[in-house]
């Protein structure tokens, strides 16, 4: 970025009320500018400004509207943004894409077995085509005491497969036509960090957690490219309609980089997509296989070095790692130092700890950026365990390593995410209170351990940078509506009143941070994006509601009118 047209000294630290003592010097031509906005910069030195002007795909200035009117000729558009509220384009910064299935039964609303079941066979009936029916999005709470049965689908589908994937994709539930087809019998064995589910009596429920669930979903037939590709960019348009404009792909099979290729190359890609590959060299995306035949070597990473060679942004980037340390707190698989309360059980650690460490300093000494999904606090430990042997081994710093989900840490591990300079990558809609958090989670993790899960006041208080995302599709891709979730901790509906262990609250500029520059921190872009910020790139959105100024209770109402990608519309709202 040394280009001269771009050169734009900004003299300002005001805030919003000395605007007028703004000085903006704005190279020109200018192609666009958006002026009377209250615009939330995410930048400290000036938080605020009312226009932008544009140039190609980044930014020219910021400041005020006089001075941004006086800086453009005449031939530059003029966009009146009617004093909305904008703020740096979101980044959901750990999501999967393609997605779901276009082509597949959303069940994320479904609150009981006979929901479930109407939609299931009403599905079935239109698409009588479909050789296998498939969904996604249930949750344990909707099962009479919280356990699936295939019984319960078999009572409305029993000519065809039918498997349904748990919404936090640890878990499937198959009937008893799907259990033929996968050829289950009486006799097969638990695969290795998997779990073929059986009940009292021996009898195979249908339910498979973990590696298990892996296994059966991998061998359901697969859909064509062409519809994959269909489903990828639907999503991408529907993010865009939230007013995202980067997101961190945590995970991506061989297949699913191809279709990234080639949204890429046929200027599709509506998101700048920043990519995580496997941490064991050619596995699937999600579940992993965790057993490592051999150690990984450095000869092993050929792809991923050609990946991260060929995609360096700042549309497509290849530079991080994905591993899976543990399972979730729902189906008692997350790995926790001490049972699950009312249980025998501490989950699974997926990794051997020496195995673990070297794996992750391989990658760190090769440059990589490293995310690992740690949801159990003994997870967690062995994440930060593993980072900390890799700074000390290769001497590195700056790596900006990633703890995904980190839901139910030790607190004396806070501590560490900072020393250690990791990213604790969170989630809001985790803390979503629903039936599920109420009545499983919540009790699963017992009085000592759930006033602090999925707080994300615990890593801003202890100085921890933290990153937010959706982990799409296990919650929609609204950041909206995690922005409300982080402010409130209450349902929709609001309950329960005054939030689910309030504690864990933030404000909301602290969320719009997380959704902003502090994702672009998280894939070392904070220098080219993530705040508004002359010389930056022209990412951003505009709000029906400025968020700063409305009830907290209203958050979930805002709307994105206009989301900007570089330079570019990739989404409209009619009404604007
Ligand atoms: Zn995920």
């Known amino acids: 970025m040394?280009?001269?047209?771009?050169l734009a000294a900004v003299f300002a630290t005001a805030c919003a009320p000395q605007l007028a003592a703004t000085q903006t010097v704005?190279?020109?031509?200018?192609?666009?500018?958006?002026?009377?906005?209250?615009?939330?910069?995410?930048?400290?030195?000036?938080?605020?400004?009312?226009?932008?002007?544009?140039?190609?795909?980044?930014?020219?200035?910021?400041?005020?509207?006089?001075?941004?009117?006086?800086?453009?000729?005449?031939?530059?558009?003029?966009?009146?943004?009617?004093g909305r509220f904008v703020a740096p384009g979101f980044q959901d910064s750990h999501l999967h894409l393609p997605g779901p299935s276009l082509n597949s039964v959303p069940l994320d609303t479904v609150t009981s077995v006979a929901e479930l079941q109407a939609k299931l066979k009403a599905f079935a009936d239109a698409n009588p085509d479909f050789p296998?029916?498939?969904?996604?999005?249930?949750?344990?709470?909707?099962?009479?005491?919280?356990?699936?049965?295939?019984?319960?689908?078999?009572?409305?589908?029993?000519?065809?497969?039918?498997?349904?994937?748990?919404?936090?994709?640890?878990?499937?539930?198959?009937?008893s036509a799907a259990m033929a087809a996968l050829n289950i019998t009486s006799g097969t064995a638990?695969?290795?960090?998997?779990?073929?589910?059986?009940?009292?009596?021996?009898?195979?429920?249908?339910?498979?957690?973990?590696?298990?669930?892996?296994?059966?979903?991998?061998?359901?037939?697969p859909e064509t490219t062409d519809a994959r590709y269909a489903t990828l960019v639907a999503n991408m348009a529907d993010a865009a309609s939230q007013g995202l404009?980067?997101?961190?792909?945590?995970?991506?099979?061989?297949?699913?980089?191809?279709?990234?290729?080639?949204?890429?190359?046929?200027?599709?890609?509506?998101?700048?997509?920043?990519?995580?590959?496997?941490?064991?060299?050619?596995?699937?995306?999600?579940?992993?296989?965790?057993?490592?035949?051999?150690?990984?070597?450095?000869?092993?990473?050929?792809?991923?070095?050609?990946?991260?060679?060929?995609?360096?942004?700042?549309?497509?980037?290849?530079a991080s790692i994905k591993g899976m340390l543990d399972g979730a707190i729902d189906a008692q698989t997350a790995a926790m130092h001490a049972p699950y309360t009312g249980t025998d059980t501490s989950g699974l650690s997926f990794w051997d700890p020496k195995e673990l460490n070297e794996t992750v300093a391989l990658y760190d000494r090769l440059g990589f950026q490293v995310l690992l999904h740690a949801i159990g606090d003994k997870a967690i430990t062995e994440a930060l365990d593993a980072f900390a042997f890799a700074a000390k081994t290769n001497g590195t710093t700056g790596r900006r390593h990633r703890v995904e989900h980190v839901e139910v840490p030790v607190l004396a591990d806070l501590v560490r995410f900072r020393e250690l300079g990791v990213i604790a990558s969170t989630q809001p809609m985790f803390a979503n209170p629903d039936a599920t958090v109420l009545?499983?989670?919540?009790?699963?993790?017992?009085?000592?351990?759930?006033?602090?899960a999925d707080?994300?006041?615990?890593?801003?208080?202890?100085?921890?940078?933290?990153?937010?995302?959706?982990?799409?599709?296990?919650?929609?891709?609204?950041?909206?509506?995690?922005?409300?979730?982080?402010?409130?901790?209450?349902?929709?509906?609001?309950?329960?009143?005054?939030?689910?262990?309030?504690?864990?609250?933030?404000?909301?500029?602290?969320?719009?941070?997380?959704?902003?520059?502090?994702g672009a921190f998280a894939t070392f872009d904070d220098d080219?994006?993530?705040?508004?910020?002359?010389?930056?790139?022209?990412?951003?959105?505009?709000?029906?509601?400025?968020?700063?100024?409305?009830?907290?209770?209203?958050?979930?109402?805002?709307?994105?009118?206009?989301?900007?990608?570089?330079?570019?519309?990739?989404?409209?709202?009619?009404?604007?």
């Open 2 to 6: 040394k280009s001269g047209i771009l």
């Open 26 to 82: 704005c190279a020109s031509p200018i192609d666009t500018v958006y002026i009377n906005g209250r615009i939330w910069t995410a930048d400290t030195t000036q938080p605020w400004a009312e226009a932008l002007a544009v140039v190609g795909d980044k930014l020219a200035c910021v400041g005020s509207t006089r001075a941004i009117r006086q800086a453009a000729d005449a031939s530059a558009t003029v966009i009146d943004l009617e």
């Open 132 to 175: 296998w029916i498939t969904g996604r999005g249930w949750g344990y709470a909707i099962f009479p005491d919280s356990t699936p049965d295939r019984a319960y689908i078999d009572a409305v589908i029993s000519d065809r497969p039918v498997y349904l994937t748990m919404r936090d994709g640890h878990a499937g539930l198959a009937n």
């Open 190 to 221: 638990d695969p290795p960090n998997g779990q073929i589910v059986q009940d009292a009596a021996g009898r195979h429920t249908g339910e498979f957690r973990e590696s298990a669930h892996g296994m059966a979903s991998g061998l359901i037939p």
């Open 245 to 318: 404009t980067a997101v961190h792909v945590a995970g991506a099979s061989a297949e699913a980089l191809a279709l990234f290729e080639r949204a890429w190359k046929s200027d599709a890609l509506k998101l700048r997509m920043h990519v995580a590959v496997p941490m064991i060299p050619g596995a699937g995306a999600y579940p992993e296989n965790h057993q490592l035949a051999r150690p990984i070597s450095e000869a092993d990473l050929a792809p991923h070095i050609a990946a991260r060679e060929s995609f360096k942004g700042p549309l497509l980037t290849v």
């Open 439 to 452: 009545n499983n989670f919540e009790p699963l993790l017992g009085p000592e351990r759930a006033p602090h």
């Open 455 to 518: 707080s994300f006041s615990i890593f801003d208080d202890a100085g921890v940078r933290q990153a937010f995302g959706s982990d799409f599709p296990v919650f929609y891709l609204s950041p909206i509506e995690g922005i409300a979730v982080a402010v409130t901790r209450m349902t929709a509906e609001g309950k329960p009143p005054g939030g689910w262990h309030p504690a864990g609250r933030i404000s909301v500029e602290a969320a719009l941070r997380h959704y902003t520059i502090d």
């Open 528 to 576: 080219i994006r993530g705040s508004l910020v002359a010389g930056r790139l022209a990412d951003f959105v505009v709000l029906s509601q400025d968020l700063t100024q409305i009830p907290p209770e209203a958050i979930r109402a805002t709307k994105a009118m206009l989301t900007i990608m570089g330079g570019q519309e990739t989404y409209r709202d009619p009404a604007f």
